[in-house]
């Protein structure tokens, strides 16, 4: 743990010497309403999701910390909230999330209980975005005792009358791929997101799973 602290502070230290805003600067609210949470090619609960987050960005250097969380609506065993700071460098951003899980299985989960077998994950990611090219990498450096990794890739091919629209393929191991692949890395997310006002709706395909989705969500923002 301790050498994963040390790593944390010196990525976060040499992007510092590159950072740039990328956002809108202060703070950031809102909400999104789900049909289903379907993250990373895997399915969280059967049934409609409010997921509010909140952000702030600093004047300046661009770093942004926030919360954002999941709440279905008729389950309490896929409720998340979780932490993360964002630190950009150019077309480059680094990013630390703790995945957090209130209550899983019914029981009730300490927050301040770190460490495997606790209520926290805690990721590493990197990402990177040039016009119309998006990557993504990323790595569970704690509370996972696979250290499961992730890797997704997405192009926007479609810009036109208010709409966008893009394609993705994503691939993992670890718990990502609890299906054919039985751990070993898979493709577990392929899929299209098309998205128009307030309105987004993706379908996606787990090949590991062998099934598909269709999701529809409404954002909230003043």
Known sequence: MKKTAKLLALVFAITLLFTGTSKAEGFDIGADVVSRYVWRGTEYGDAVSVQPWLSYTFPGIGIEVGSWASFALDDDDFNEVDLYVTVPAGNFSFTLTDYYFPQYNGVDNDFFEYGDGGAHVLELSAGYEHEKVSLLGAVNISGDDDNSK????????????DYSASLFVGGGDGFYTTG???????????????????????????????????????????
Do not use: H, M, R, W
């Open 180 to 222: 054919n692949a039985g751990g070993d890395f898979g493709v577990v997310a392929v899929g299209l997101n098309v998205s128009k006002d307030i309105f987004n709706a993706s379908y996606i395909i787990n090949p590991d799973q062998e099934t598909s989705f269709l999701v529809l969500g409404v954002t909230l923002q003043p």
């Open 150 to 161: 992730y890797f997704e890739a997405g192009y926007n091919f479609y810009d036109k009358d």
